[in-house]
C-alpha cells in the first residue's frame, strides 16, 4: 500500500469495513466482535495462548466462545474491545503503519460527543495516527447518494434509524431508533421455522432471509390471499428451497411473515412504532421550514433494505400515513450495504475534504476540545 493512501474504517454495529479512500467497494467485511475462552480447558483446538479471538478469528469457534460486541445501540460501549480490534486491523489485516496513511473513520449515529474525544485519544496516542477525520454514518450513506440534505433511513445488524440531515448536519432532535433489524429478523424467522419443526443454523436461516424472504406489500392482504383463494396450488403457496448445504426445505408465508416486524415492532415485542411512522416522525420533529427540504429526498440504506419489496412497501405506507401537501421521494441504491463505507471513500477522494484533517499537531496543541473545534459531524 503507497504511503500517504487514504484509508477509510466503518465501524459497523454488526460488521467493520475497511479499504482505500476512491475505491467502490471495501477491501475487506469482518464481523466487530471479540471473542472469550468461556472456560478453562474447552479451548483443546484453538490456539491456548490466545486471551481473545478477533473478527473473522471467532467464526470457526463460536460456539465456545463468550461473544461482545463493541458497539451496541448505536453507541461504541467498549472502547477496549474496539481498540483491540483496530489494532488487528491496522497490524495484521492491513500490515502498515498509521504514521503513514491519513484515516477517515465513522461515527456511529447515536454516539455521545464525549466518546467521540476517546476515539482521537486512542488513535493518536496509541496508534501515533498521521492525521484523523471523524464523520457521521448516517451521513456519509447520504452522501454516497449524492446528497448533503435528506432523511436517511438505515435497517442495519442490530439497530435501524431514521436521521435527518441538513447540509452534512444530522439534526439530533429528529433521529429515530428501533431495535429491530437485520439480527432480529434472523432470529424470528428461526422462530417461525421451528413452529414447522425446522431447525437451521445461523448461516443457512441469514441464506434464506437474503436469498428469499421479502416485504409483503399489504401484509393483511398477502395472508388473507393465501388463505381464501383456494384456486392457488401448492406449488405457488409453497417455495422448495435447496440451501448450500444441499439440505432441501420448503417454506410458504414465512418468507414474507419474517420481515413483518419492521413495520409491526409489536410482534416482536417491541412497543415502537414501525419504520414509515418514525420516518413521518422524525419529519416532523425538524422545524417546519426545514421540513420539505429535508423530506424531499428518502434515501434507504444497510443490508436488510436489500429484502425485495422493502422500498415499494416503505412508499406506499408513507404516501397512506403522511398528510402534509409534501411529495416523499424514496430511493436506494443498489450498493446500499455498503453505503456509509462508500461515503467515506467519495469524501476522502473529494479535493475540497483535504483541508479538513486533524493532525497529530493539532492534538498536541487542542487536546479533547479537538471534538468542538475539528470534528465535522
Not at 178 to 203: F, M, R
Request: with cysteine; aromatic share 10%.
Amino acid at each position: 500500500m503507497e504511503e500517504w493512501t487514504i484509508l477509510v474504517i466503518e465501524n459497523g454495529t454488526g460488521f467493520l469495513k475497511g479499504g482505500c479512500a476512491g475505491d467502490e467497494l471495501p477491501q475487506f467485511v469482518l464481523p466487530n466482535v471479540i471473542g472469550r475462552q468461556k472456560k478453562t480447558g474447552m479451548m483443546i483446538d484453538l490456539e491456548k495462548s490466545k486471551s481473545c479471538f478477533i473478527c473473522d478469528q471467532v467464526a470457526s469457534s463460536n460456539e465456545i466462545l463468550s461473544l461482545t460486541y463493541p458497539l451496541q445501540n448505536g453507541i461504541i460501549n467498549n472502547f477496549e474491545d474496539l481498540e483491540l480490534i483496530w489494532e488487528y486491523i491496522i497490524n495484521s489485516v492491513w500490515n502498515i503503519d498509521p504514521d503513514d496513511h491519513p484515516i477517515l473513520m465513522t461515527l456511529p449515529t447515536l454516539n455521545p460527543t464525549t466518546k467521540n474525544t476517546k476515539i482521537f485519544e486512542i488513535m493518536f496516542e496509541t496508534f501515533n495516527c498521521r492525521c484523523l477525520y471523524l464523520q457521521n454514518e448516517s451521513v456519509l450513506s447520504l452522501y454516497s447518494n449524492g446528497y448533503d440534505t435528506g432523511i436517511l433511513v438505515d435497517v442495519g445488524h442490530f439497530m435501524s434509524y431514521v436521521v435527518p440531515v441538513l447540509r452534512f448536519h444530522p439534526i439530533r432532535n429528529g433521529i429515530k431508533s428501533l431495535e429491530i433489524a437485520g439480527a432480529q429478523l434472523t432470529n424470528y424467522l428461526s422462530d417461525l421455522l421451528l413452529e414447522k419443526e425446522i431447525s437451521l443454523e445461523a448461516e443457512y436461516l441469514t441464506e434464506v432471509k437474503e436469498k428469499y424472504g421479502f416485504v409483503a406489500l399489504d401484509f393483511d392482504q398477502e395472508i388473507n390471499t393465501r388463505k381464501q383463494n383456494q384456486s392457488f396450488t401448492s406449488s405457488k403457496l409453497n417455495k422448495p428451497i435447496k440451501l448450500t448445504n444441499n439440505e432441501s426445505i420448503t417454506l410458504s408465508n414465512e418468507l414474507f411473515q419474517m420481515s413483518e416486524p419492521l413495520f409491526k415492532p409489536s410482534l416482536l415485542g417491541v412497543q415502537k412504532k414501525g419504520i414509515p411512522e418514525l420516518i413521518i416522525e422524525s419529519i416532523n420533529s425538524c422545524e417546519e421550514e426545514i421540513q420539505k427540504e429535508v423530506s424531499s429526498k428518502i434515501v434507504l440504506t444497510g443490508g436488510t433494505s436489500l429484502l425485495k419489496g422493502y422500498q415499494e412497501r416503505i412508499q406506499k405506507d408513507l404516501s397512506s400515513l403522511f398528510q402534509k401537501k409534501m411529495k416523499l421521494k424514496v430511493s436506494a441504491l443498489p450498493e446500499r450495504k455498503f453505503s456509509t463505507w462508500i461515503g467515506g471513500s467519495i469524501l476522502g477522494s473529494t479535493a475540497f475534504f483535504q483541508n479538513r484533517w486533524t493532525t497529530k499537531d493539532d492534538y498536541k496543541k487542542y487536546g479533547k476540545s479537538l471534538t468542538q473545534k475539528f470534528a465535522f459531524y
